[in-house]
């Protein structure tokens, strides 16, 4: 199994501040026949299921707002918040699909300092 | 749009079988991959298993000789069945889509609202 280590496992941001997420895969999610990382990252909200916002590493799903952006490549991946609004207040996972099991991240929790 | 809507009993006994239905509006169950994933309380994340539009089926290997998804294409739904569970069963059960038509190794871009089961006597 590709095992997903997150950090920090939180973390206290000023509002309009950056927050920036690491995840980190046991082996390599990038496929080189077509140069794709196979890693997305979701929000979660209390009560609510989880959200997709990035998938291909860096491709922000439709509606997500662009201070959300992925970056990274092989193992190491981040997510970046360019300045923290209170409604992004959630755990966010990192998720492996390049192989089965599919795997997640232990999540990250983000509060407003 | 296309919602998925989770229904399940609530309460399973110990050593019994849980079963979790997910009722897929608004689209075709016909096209896509579907997929389990469930959260015990205050914790992560844990697939459980997808299913192909054709009935082609891939398990975790922690839940695998437990575990078996179906689709019923004339409802719109497809199911999960959990046997012999356990208080570690207890979680959150989520049903979702994965993006891609052509093949499961893409991300989940709609999940249902979930629903919480409880393993106890």
């Known amino acids: 199994d590709i095992v997903m280590t997150q950090s920090p496992d939180s973390l206290a941001v000023s509002l309009g501040e950056r927050a920036t997420i690491n995840c980190k895969s046991s082996?390599?999610?990038?496929?080189?026949?077509?140069?794709?990382?196979?890693l997305a990252w979701y929000q979660q909200k209390p009560g609510q299921p989880p959200k997709l916002l990035i998938y291909?590493?860096?491709t922000r799903e439709s509606g997500v707002p662009n201070r959300f952006r992925g970056s990274g490549s092989g193992t190491d991946f981040t997510l970046t918040i360019s300045s923290l609004q209170a409604e992004d207040v959630a755990v966010y996972y990192c998720?492996?699909?390049?192989?089965?099991?599919?795997?997640f991240g232990q999540g990250t929790k983000l509060e407003i300092k | 749009q296309v919602q998925l809507q989770e229904s399940g009993p609530g309460l399973a006994r110990p050593s019994e079988t849980l079963s979790v239905t997910c009722t897929v509006s608004?689209?075709?169950?016909?096209?896509?991959?579907w997929s389990w994933i469930r959260q015990p309380p205050g914790k992560g994340l844990e697939w459980i298993g997808y299913?192909?539009?054709?009935?082609?089926?891939d398990y975790n290997p922690s839940l695998k000789s437990r575990v078996s998804i179906s689709v019923d294409t004339s409802k719109n739904q497809f199911s999960l069945k959990l046997t012999s569970v356990t208080a570690a069963d207890t979680a959150v059960y989520y049903c979702?889509?994965?993006?891609?038509?052509?093949?499961?190794?893409?991300?989940?871009?709609?999940w249902g609202q979930g629903t919480k089961v409880t393993v106890s006597s």
């Open positions: 998720q492996q699909y390049y192989s089965t099991p599919k795997t």
């Open positions: 082996q390599s999610v990038l496929y080189s026949s077509n140069n794709k990382n196979y």
């Open positions: 299913i192909s539009n054709s009935g082609s089926t």
């Open positions: 979702a889509r994965i993006r891609s038509e052509a093949a499961p190794f893409d991300a989940f871009d709609i």
């Open positions: 291909w590493a860096s």
């Open positions: 608004g689209g075709s169950i016909s096209s896509y991959y």
